[in-house]
């Protein structure tokens, strides 16, 4: 299963930053009890390093990342999206 997100460059590297944002997705399905489906599907793995990360662009600015964000959600329709908005 799959899950298209938008990050902000908060690491050294882009991928760094990818999967600090994919741990807290984790630690947050752990914790917070959401019934969303990327939450329950992080709920049924043993750990976070079964999380595979893959950056597929890397955008300058808020606005274009998320408008890259939606083109790349309509292109690969990951089962885990459930916030459609702008599709």
């Known amino acids: 299963l799959t ?8 690491e050294s590297t882009a991928l760094k930053s990818a999967r600090t944002r994919a ?3 984790f630690y947050r399905a752990r914790t917070e009890g959401k019934d969303w489906l990327l939450c329950e599907a992080l709920r049924g793995l043993d ?3 079964e999380i595979g990360v893959r950056v597929l662009a ?5 606005a274009e990342a998320h408008k890259e ?6 292109a690969l329709a990951p089962a885990l999206n459930t916030d459609t908005r702008g599709d």
């Open 3 to 10: 899950y298209v997100g938008v990050t902000a460059k908060t």
């Open 23 to 25: 741990n807290k997705h």
């Open 47 to 49: 750990s976070k390093e």
């Open 58 to 62: 890397v955008i300058r600015g808020k």
């Open 69 to 74: 964000e939606v083109r790349i959600r309509r």
